[in-house]
């Protein structure tokens, strides 16, 4: 078997349809089958449950406490039914729950930061298979140009009218191009693989096809609210804000240690002497002085967490800044860059393929400089398929910075 049979086979096996059915997906469907499938979203939402457990445990009054006691002496004995209850004062259990609840809620901010993560990388891959389409079509078209142009050439040939050089030399075009093809179509293969990771365990990769073209150009969002407003649109600065606003009431609730805490206890007494009894109550109040413990640890803590969340808040509001003005000054020029290409060297690229056709036919050139018009306007096209990619790439990159979602 040739050298170019096995390439062929080779693209033929990692084409999508060859043993599988074709699965055509769009940006969006992938992402919607990323959010229903994919293990990790589940494990993120199952870490907010926790949380949750959490704050209902905050929120609870301390259990009372039953206690029975019997005291005898000589002829007399007594009984003691008693129920203490910890009193909730200070609203020390009040602030505890408002911290558990501001960090549920900065727990699911970080959730949607993570799915962020997931969602950009998934829309990342997805360009990665289409560019792998692009340029696999933009080679297949080289290929069929260059072999319709062997079919000339051994005709020719066969009838004495043309050069074995000419024909040998545009062969061994044909067989560098096909193995640019066969490259590609490994490309495309791992990228099938790398998306179908994002779904349910098992789903076939061969066959997923991604739907759209890279001339897609979605409206770039608007980035010219203010710092702070860009930062707020953010999942992860939301996340950092409610955790500082957590250890506030923290701190809050670790002051009110410095004050008594109380508990009251009461129930049943009764009491026999020489054979008779009587029945009564018992009450019993009771205080515990903050002499040991008044807190000054827990503050310290606190203190020392909402610092710390509020620093790395600030930092992130400045990265996010500088971020959003990178990614969109790269998504804007990018664009720019792709579609001056396209006018500029793309469009006149096609054109010097049939100059250079029209001059060989008259002689005036030859098989070099045909080749050489067919080899440039192939080289523009995938030059702008990965300008195209570039710029699709840095929108998405945009996208990223300011926490946008393209899914609820």
Do not use: C
Request: proline share 3%.
């Amino acid at each position: 078997m040739s050298r170019r049979s096995l390439l062929w086979l080779a693209g033929l096996w990692l084409l999508p349809g060859g043993g599988a059915t074709a699965q055509t997906l769009s940006e969006s469907e992938a992402l919607a089958r990323m959010r229903t499938e994919y293990p990790q979203v589940q494990a993120l939402r199952l870490s907010v449950r926790e949380l949750e457990a959490d704050v209902r445990e905050r929120t609870v009054l301390v259990n009372p406490t039953v206690s029975y006691t019997r005291e005898d002496a000589g002829l007399t004995s007594d009984d003691f039914l008693l129920v203490t209850q910890d009193l909730p004062l200070w609203g020390r259990r009040r602030l505890r729950g408002e911290a558990a609840r501001d960090l549920v809620a900065a727990a699911e901010a970080d959730v949607d930061a993570e799915l962020l993560e997931v969602e950009t990388d998934v829309r990342l891959t997805f360009t990665d298979l289409l560019v792998a389409q692009e340029q696999a079509r933009a080679l297949e078209a080289g290929v069929a140009a260059l072999g319709a142009l062997v079919t000339v050439l051994q005709t020719r040939e066969t009838e004495g009218e043309g050069s074995r050089f000419d024909r040998l030399r545009v062969e061994r075009e044909v067989a560098d191009v096909e193995t640019d093809l066969a490259t590609v179509q490994i490309g495309r293969r791992v990228a099938q693989s790398r998306l179908t990771a994002f779904f349910a365990a098992g789903a076939d990769p061969e066959g997923v096809v991604a739907a759209g073209s890279l001339d897609e150009r979605p409206v770039l969002p608007d980035t010219s609210p203010s710092p702070t407003r860009l930062a707020e649109r953010r999942s992860d600065y939301r996340a950092l804000t409610l955790e500082a606003a957590s250890w506030e009431s923290e701190r809050s609730a670790a002051r009110r240690l410095r004050l008594p805490a109380a508990s009251l206890t009461g129930g049943v007494k009764r009491a026999a002497t020489l054979g008779s009894s009587d029945t009564g109550y018992a009450v019993t109040a009771a205080v515990s002085l903050p002499l040991f413990n008044r807190g000054e640890a827990q503050v310290a803590r606190a203190e020392a967490g909402r610092a710390r969340a509020e620093a790395e808040r600030h930092a992130l509001a400045a990265r996010i800044a500088a971020d959003v003005g990178a990614a969109a000054a790269i998504a804007t020029r990018y664009r720019a860059v792709a579609d001056r290409y396209r006018a500029d060297s793309v469009e006149r690229a096609a054109e010097l393929v049939m100059i250079a056709t029209a001059a060989y036919e008259e002689g005036e050139y030859g098989i070099l400089e045909l080749l050489d018009a067919h080899r440039g306007t192939l080289r523009a096209r995938l030059r702008l398929v990965d300008l195209s990619a570039a710029a699709r790439r840095a929108a998405i990159e945009l996208d990223h910075a300011l926490g946008e979602r393209l899914m609820p």
